[in-house]
């Protein structure tokens, strides 16, 4: 069965440092997502794409949070410089194209720690 | 956006059927109704999804009212790898997107 795949899973950094989060999402998935999941809440949707093209990006924190997905098929998240109110579980998504309903397949997460 | 609100916890005994609301009383017409099931440390997985009346497959079944302002996600006989976090979601599919993540209802079974 296809999954999203996502990479590093674990992630220990510093403040003020710069990190990167990866995220292959399944084959032929157009539209992919980024989510932020801090401890105890539900997933909060950072960036959407649809192909290689941003789709919403409104709680995208855009002075220290960037993504692409220049191919239009794997993705980036990327912060700098991180600051301890990030450490959270990063969640990619993706949902394939056509359908009359939306089903969005999650990866297993990073989770972020911000010393 | 519709705004859902459902029960942070539940608990439930093995084998009991359980059942948990969502309401949704602004939801517009477009809106789909979709529930997600999380495990610790995992994503979010996709249980089920419906528009209107009742929709069943092999995990479980969503009964959705004709005022479509709340829906019920019912698991039949719990057991104890049923113990997570469950969200109700209500957005549009023609968007992709703008499905809200809340709280939650985390399920407990107990043996």
């Known amino acids: 069965e296809a999954e999203v795949a996502q990479s590093p899973r674990y992630k220990i950094t510093e403040k003020s440092q710069a990190v990167a989060f990866w995220c292959d999402p399944i084959s032929g998935h157009a539209t992919l997502y980024w989510y932020r999941q801090i401890l105890g809440q539900g997933p909060e949707l950072l960036v959407q794409?649809?192909?290689?093209?941003?789709?919403?990006d409104s709680q995208l924190p855009k002075d220290r949070f960037s993504a692409e997905r220049l191919k239009g098929v794997d993705s980036t998240l990327k912060i700098q410089p991180a600051e301890l109110g990030d450490s959270a579980m990063y969640l990619c998504?993706?949902?394939?194209?056509?359908?009359?309903?939306?089903?969005?397949?999650f990866g297993p997460g990073t989770r972020l720690t911000v010393l | 956006l519709a705004k859902t609100t459902q029960p942070i916890s539940m608990d439930s005994y093995e084998g009991q059927e359980v059942n948990i609301t969502c309401s949704h009383n602004n939801i517009a017409t477009n809106d789909y109704i979709t529930w997600y099931q999380q495990f610790p440390s995992q994503g979010p997985r996709f249980i089920i999804q419906g528009y209107k009346t009742k929709v069943t497959n092999e995990v479980a079944s969503l009964f959705i009212p004709a005022d479509r302002k709340s829906s019920t996600l019912s698991l039949p006989r719990v057991s104890l790898s049923d113990t997570a976090v469950y969200y109700c979601?209500?957005?549009?599919?023609?968007?992709?997107?703008?499905?809200?993540f809340g709280p939650g209802t985390r399920l407990s079974v107990l043996p």
């Open positions: 979601l209500v957005g549009d599919p023609r968007y992709g997107q703008n499905f809200v």
């Open positions: 794409f649809q192909d290689e093209s941003v789709v919403d």
């Open positions: 998504a993706s949902s394939p194209p056509g359908t009359s309903y939306n089903e969005q397949f």
